[in-house]
């Protein structure tokens, strides 16, 4: 059992460049999630879903796109990198209950030049 | 606006010297409030879930504790493998899908 699993760890882009976000988690849970994390800011959620199909905007939706056609598999598509996308980013995952607890990925790191 | 506010936002402790981190919260209608350790690198790594004022729980060194207001996280006699920043997530709102607001952490750091 991986938990949840994002690639790639690092990456370099250039201003303009796209890259997708991969992020896997097999625990079957339904809810899925994306995270920004700067530096003394605190997570801020990008976009989360809520199963396979149906996707809705977080705080910080602007320049970024998701998908969700399985249960498992929830990427972040960057479109036109700029560089106040540089960050870590965070993928998440919960069962779906009332209330539970949130499983994270180990994180990407992004740098924009 | 749902708020979450972690004080202080750094702490430097002895081996062995206890302390209080603070997590201060405004929501409507707490669902559950959440304490995370992470460490350099990595993402958070869970260690408790709150649900109701009143309630604590402990694991080791760390005892969680929660009132209307906010959730105090106590480390006992710490050793210096209890260095990591520690987050604060409270989960609110109505029925359907479920939002959390994250605090910026505490920066603890305990030396040798």
């Known amino acids: 059992n991986a938990g949840v699993t994002q690639t790639p760890k690092f990456r370099i882009l250039k201003i303009g460049q796209s890259m997708t976000l991969q992020c896997t988690q097999d625990m079957n849970h339904n809810y899925m999630y994306w995270y920004r994390q700067d530096p003394g800011m605190g997570l801020k959620l990008i976009y989360y879903s809520v199963g396979a199909g149906i996707t809705d905007k977080g705080e910080v939706p602007n320049g970024y796109n998701v998908s969700r056609s399985t249960t498992e598999d929830f990427p972040l598509r960057l479109e036109l990198a700029a560089p106040s996308q540089t960050s870590v980013y965070f993928c998440a995952s919960r069962r779906g209950g009332t209330t539970d607890t949130q499983y994270f990925g180990p994180g990407t790191r992004l740098t924009v030049l | 606006e749902d708020q979450v506010t972690q004080s202080p936002e750094a702490l430097r402790l002895q081996e062995g010297e206890s302390s209080s981190l603070n997590c201060s919260y405004t929501?409507?209608?707490?669902?559950?409030l959440f304490w995370y350790r992470q460490d350099p690198g990595k993402g958070p790594e869970f260690l408790f879930t709150?649900?109701?004022a009143g309630e604590e729980k402990e694991k080791e060194r760390l005892k969680a504790t929660l009132t209307k207001k906010e959730s105090f996280l106590h480390i006992t006699a710490p050793k210096p493998e209890d260095s990591a920043t520690y987050l604060c997530?409270?989960?609110?709102?109505?029925?359907?899908?479920?939002?959390?607001?994250f605090g910026t952490g505490t920066r603890l750091k305990v030396l040798a």
């Open positions: 709150l649900y109701s």
């Open positions: 929501v409507s209608g707490l669902r559950g």
């Open positions: 997530a409270v989960q609110a709102g109505g029925s359907g899908t479920y939002k959390y607001i």
